[in-house]
């Protein structure tokens, strides 16, 4: 018989603290930047769980965060969860209706909100009926004293004991919570609990999935707000790995210097955010000869961009999952059989989203029958995933069921399966493109259109026709060099020898912009809504 050990992040808190107590934890700032070491990060967690308590914390109370990534969100990560209280991260970039249905759907107790975002809550504090209290994160310059009452983080915790006594908590106690981005209807709340979490950061560490370690730099581009930041921060503790925090500094060139300066080995980020990085290493060099991956996701990573940053020397390795699943689920990682294959072949095979990390458990179902499709790489159904980190049902809401079927998350996701059991994602049911009774992917075509040389960004969603029912329309955007010298001809040129007749896009329209979701994610609803009068034969 095995011992009964609660898998809580009560256990990651103390090995980090106890056998890396001199790691660094880096936070990026208007000047230098912000530095301490794993001690002093456990020495002032410590105080803010005291804090939470003197300010009448209980277990299960939601403690929401509206911060960038930074050492005091880190602090947060940690604190909450630990006495017992639910980590709530507010997406900074939500719509207003869309924040307040969530803090008062959560409950949120307590609010900590970085200094330069308080002007953002102080429009919306009076429809928000369930918090107590704001602490303050930093200078808020900008501040009209709106948030009542209030208090400054470092006074919060200033007159603090720097030790706790952790409770003994259930490892299916809930320690945090995210908000799904509510794409169609209200925002989906999904509790993760520590032994979630838990599994979930061992998860991280395997090493045909993102093989975190404790010799790694970690930069989490990827907002703490959007699914944990994927685990990473939690996983960093667990292994004791220096964390590099970018605060609000997230163009290409602040990254690059960045990645550069503390010798950054792990990065993590959605496509756009890399496809930045990509166009700045065109025209400026920077010594990346410590980084040995990236790990990004959040939606398809282009091939062009994998094999672009192939050429400057850097591993880019697409990650599959969603807030429901923790996120990790799938990683696309070359098998040992694949290593001998061409280059062209392994890009090709890298363009996918893999193979599900042990733990996860997945089928791809027919839509239309119910059944399994065939592992023939061709056959389209929805994915559908279950295992130890999975939600199972969304909190305080009553449609559940029609999400998670038989133990089955759907995700929603449309995908077909090869020989080898890996897995490529070909658009979200609602995405993709039924011409004429067939589907089109708007994923595939976006990622050719992406190799093109003279394009930085491609966008393609299905527009109302009359004879086809819908018709692809591609919205692309000129790499700044080309604005102005790429036609509709030369795109459509570039896609014929590469995908069926059909599949050509009916037109071809040139924006200075995509529109992005709240998490850096295509917003195709935006694009069909402002182009679904467009007439494509015309054009």
């Known amino acids: 018989m095995m011992m009964n050990y609660p898998l809580t992040l009560q256990h990651a808190f103390k090995r980090a603290t106890r056998i890396f107590p001199h790691k660094e934890i880096v936070t990026q700032t ?18 803010l769980a005291n804090a939470l308590q003197k300010a009448g914390v209980e277990q299960s109370d939601r403690i929401a965060t509206f911060a960038w990534n930074t050492y005091r969100h880190f602090e947060l990560y940690f604190a909450v969860p630990c006495m ?90 809930a320690a945090a919570m995210c908000y799904t981005s509510g794409t169609t209807g209200n925002p989906k709340g999904v509790l993760y609990s520590h032994r979630s979490i838990y599994l979930h950061s061992i998860g991280s560490c395997f090493a045909d999935g993102p093989a ?30 220096k964390l590099v925090l970018p605060g609000r500094f997230m163009d290409p060139l602040r990254v690059a210097k960045t990645m550069e300066q503390e010798r950054v080995t792990f990065a993590a980020g959605v496509p756009t955010i890399w496809i930045g990085l990509l166009n700045l290493l065109d025209k400026e060099q920077f010594d990346f000869s410590a980084l040995r991956i990236i790990i990004s996701g959040g939606s398809a990573v282009p091939q062009a961009l994998i094999e672009g940053l192939h050429h400057k020397g850097v591993t880019i390795v697409q990650a599959w999952g969603m807030t429901e699943t923790s996120p990790l689920a799938s990683v696309a990682r070359l098998r040992a059989s694949q290593e001998d294959l061409s280059l062209e072949e392994q890009f090709a095979i890298r363009a996918r989203q893999g193979t599900m990390v042990p733990g996860v458990e997945f089928r791809v179902m027919d839509m239309e029958t119910g059944q399994e499709v065939p592992w023939d790489n061709q056959t389209f159904g929805e994915l559908q995933v279950r295992g130890p980190w999975i939600a199972r049902a969304y909190y305080h809401d009553a449609e559940s069921d029609a999400k998670f079927a038989n133990g089955w998350l759907r995700t929603g996701d449309v995908a077909v399966v090869d020989k080898e059991g890996t897995i490529q994602l070909v658009d979200r049911t609602k995405d993709l493109v039924k011409s004429g009774g067939e589907w089109i992917s708007s994923v595939e075509i976006e990622g050719l259109i992406m190799g093109h040389p003279k394009v930085l960004e491609a966008c393609v969603v299905g527009i109302p026709h009359p004879k086809w029912s819908e018709r692809p329309l591609a919205c692309v955007v000129a790499k700044p060099a080309f604005i102005g010298q790429v036609t509709k001809e030369e795109i459509i040129e570039f896609l014929r020898p590469k995908v069926a007749k059909w599949w050509l896009p009916d037109d071809v329209i040139f924006v200075e912009a995509i529109p992005k979701t709240s998490v850096g994610k295509f917003d195709k609803k935006v694009l069909r809504n402002s182009y679904k009068t467009h007439n494509l034969a015309q054009g």
């Not at 208007?30 to 105080?47: F, I, L, N, V």
């Not at 310059?141 to 952790?166: C, M, N, R």
């Not at 975190?212 to 667990?238: C, I, K, Q, T």
Request: a negative charge; charged letters at 20%.
């Open 30 to 47: 208007d000047g230098e930047p912000h530095r301490y070491t794993y001690a002093d990060w456990g020495r002032r967690s410590m105080q």
């Open 212 to 241: 975190l370690a404790e010799r790694d730099v970690v930069y989490p581009l990827v907002p703490m707000f959007h699914a944990n930041a994927w685990g990473f921060p939690h996983a960093s503790a667990f292994v004791g790995a």
């Open 84 to 173: 017992g209280a639910v980590l709530h991260t507010l997406n900074i970039r939500l719509f207003a209706e869309q924040l307040v249905y969530i803090v008062n759907n959560a409950e949120d107790k307590i609010i900590f909100v970085d200094g330069d975002l308080v002007p953002v809550l102080e429009r919306l504090a009076d429809q928000f009926s369930s918090v107590k209290l704001y602490v303050i994160m930093g200078e808020a310059p900008h501040a009209t004293g709106k948030l009542q009452p209030s208090v400054d983080y470092e006074e919060f915790i200033g007159d603090q004991p720097a030790t706790y006594e952790w409770p003994e908590l259930d490892e299916n106690a």
